[in-house]
Structure formats: C-alpha cells, structure tokens
Nanobody, 124 residues
Framework: QVQLVESGGGSVQAGGSLRLSCAAS????????MAWFRQAPGKEREGVAF???????GYTESVKGRFTISRDNAKNTLNLQMNSLKPEDTAVYYC??????????????????WGQGTQVTVSS
C-alpha cells in the first residue's frame, strides 16, 4: 500500500519561495517516475515537474528556471523547491507516483498514486 503525504504549503507574497515535501511509504520512490501536479480553482490538474529513476527531470514551461524537483533517497521523500513565486502559481499541489520507471507520459492517468494535496497561495 503506497501512501504519499505532502507538506510545506502555505501563503507567500509574490517573489517569495516555498519548499514542498512528499513523504512516501510502501514503495521506494527512487525506482519510479514521480511528479508534482497542481490544480487551481476551476482549472484542470496539470503536471508541473517530473523525475524518473535516472534522476532526469522535466518541467512545464511556466515554471522552468523557478522550480526544482528532487528526491532524498535516504528519507524516501520527493521535494519541490519553488522560487520567484507568482500569483498564478496559486493552487493545490499534489505529489504523484507512477508504477513505471520512466516518465513516458505526463498525463494524470499515467500516475496511480496520489497524495492528499497541499495548498499554495501567492499574493501580489
């Protein structure tokens, strides 16, 4: 049974930073494609950042150069460092895990396991 628990969300002013963490149990996350998604009110859930078993990463265009996804293998934790935050980054952020080694697709249905989400609010 995989369990993903996010933490680190909160409220910040534009230009600020937040670091999200996702503690995993039941699986060793370094072996699988992991991702951060976000969902703003009235919008579809979108993939933000991805990392596969080799450590290769990918980002949606709007966060490139500002967000960094990483893993702490010793703690079995996925992280998302978010810098230069903008009001349009406001959303509920979800940690997700695929059962595949590589991030062959970035669609929601490629990921089987999800955390409960953590709110990020960026004010102007």
């Amino acid at each position: 049974q995989v369990q993903l628990v996010e933490s680190g969300g909160g409220s910040v002013q534009a230009g600020g930073s937040l670091r999200l963490s996702c503690a995993a149990s039941g699986y060793t996350i370094r072996n699988y494609c992991m991702a951060w998604f976000r969902q703003a009110p009235g919008k579809e859930r979108e993939g933000v950042a991805f990392i596969d078993r080799t450590g290769s990463t990918g980002y949606t265009e709007s966060v490139k150069g500002r967000f960094t996804i990483s893993r702490d293998n010793a703690k079995n934790t996925l992280n998302l460092q978010m810098n230069s935050l903008k009001p349009e980054d406001t959303a509920v952020y979800y940690c997700a895990m695929s059962e595949r080694f590589y991030c062959l697709r970035t669609a929601v249905d490629f990921f089987r396991y999800w955390g409960q989400g953590t709110q990020v609010t960026v004010s102007s």
